[in-house]
Structures are given as C-alpha cells and as structure tokens.
Nanobody, 126 residues
C-alpha cells in the first residue's frame, strides 16, 4: 500500500504563497493519479486539483484555478501544491490522496481516492 505524508502548511498573510509537499512511500507516484483536497471548519472536504500519473495533465477546482499549481517529481515520489495569491477563504486542512484505480481520469470525488495523508493546516490571515 501507499503511505502519504503532507508538509509545508502554516500561517500566511493574504496574497502570500505556500508550497505543500506530499511524499509517498511504498509505491512511486507514477503508479497513481494524485489529488489534493481541503476541508475548512464546518464544511465538507472538497476537491482542489489532481494530476495524472505521468504528470502531464492537471485539473483544478474553479475556486483555485489560476492561483494553484500541482506538479510532481516521480523520482522523488513527491507531489507538490504551489499556492499563490492566497485568500482567507483558502484556510483549511489540506490533504493529498491517491486514486489506485483510475488509469487516466482525474476524479474529483473523495470517494474515488483510496489512500489519504494526515493533512496539513493552511491558515491565511486578512
């Protein structure tokens, strides 16, 4: 199986940037579609974006499109979430997840992802 470990969260002012990392063990990132999700207090966990196994294709939620970028380094077994122009509404716990079943489709539902990291807190102050 795959163990995922997020890092890079913290406190940042509105307009600032953070880069989250998701390191995997057990399997290489090239084996799975990888997704990023977030959950704010009182809200359901929501899709942020996903990246294909090769890293050649990405999709994003409308709320972060143009501000967030997902990339991956298969040699390092690490997926990144670069977050720019952060807004207070981006405050949430951010999770990375692996979809072990999908070959090409970048799913948006939490139900399609099989492995999850522990989450890392991102707080954006106004």
């Amino acid at each position: 199986q795959v163990q995922l470990d997020e890092s890079g969260g913290g406190l940042v002012q509105a307009g600032g940037s953070l880069r989250l990392s998701c390191a995997a063990s057990g399997r290489t990132f090239s084996s799975y579609v990888m997704g990023w999700f977030r959950q704010a207090p009182g809200k359901e966990r929501e899709f942020v974006g996903a990246i294909s196994r090769s890293g050649g294709t990405t999709v994003y939620a409308d709320s972060v499109k143009g501000r967030f970028t997902i990339s991956k380094d298969n040699a390092k077994n690490t997926v990144y979430l670069q977050m720019n122009s952060l807004k207070p509404e981006d405050t949430a716990v951010y999770y990375c997840a692996a979809d072990t079943k999908s070959l090409t489709k970048l799913n948006r539902s939490t139900l399609t992802y099989d492995y999850w990291g522990q989450g890392t807190q991102v707080t954006v102050s106004s």
